[in-house]
């Protein structure tokens, strides 16, 4: 069964910076592009940064110069580092994986899924 692990959350003070982690099994990892998504309490699912199979990387708006998306493709593992980290980046952090997603950051375009890692962002 295809699975994805993230770790590397945790609690930090505002402006200190994260490194979480994704690892993936029992799928063909480079055939499949990874996000990054996160959901706040009562807030919808937002997606923040895509890596294609060949490595292009695709950045929200929002977060474009803060954070920074990656993949080791030999770890079948991919990144996220986040920097200058914001109480309002408090969240739950989601990786997710799918051949051909039709919407980068639409959680719907995903079959594959992680548990999550908590992030807590206090000032």
């Known amino acids: 069964q295809a699975q994805l692990t993230e770790s590397g959350g945790g609690s930090v003070q505002a402006g200190e910076s994260l490194r979480l982690s994704c690892a993936a099994s029992n799928y063909p990892y480079t055939d499949y592009y990874t996000t990054w998504f996160r959901q706040a309490p009562g807030r919808a699912r937002e997606g923040l940064a895509t890596i294609h199979t060949d490595g292009r990387t695709y950045y929200a708006d929002s977060e474009k110069g803060r954070i920074t998306i990656s993949r080791d493709n030999t770890e079948n593992t991919a990144y996220l580092q986040m920097n200058s980290l914001k109480p309002e980046d408090t969240a739950m952090y989601y990786c997710?994986?799918?051949?051909?997603?039709?919407?980068?950051?639409?959680?719907?375009?995903?079959?594959?899924w992680g548990r999550g890692t908590q992030v807590t962002v206090s000032s």
């Open positions: 997710a994986a799918d051949p051909s997603p039709w919407e980068f950051f639409y959680s719907g375009a995903y079959k594959i």
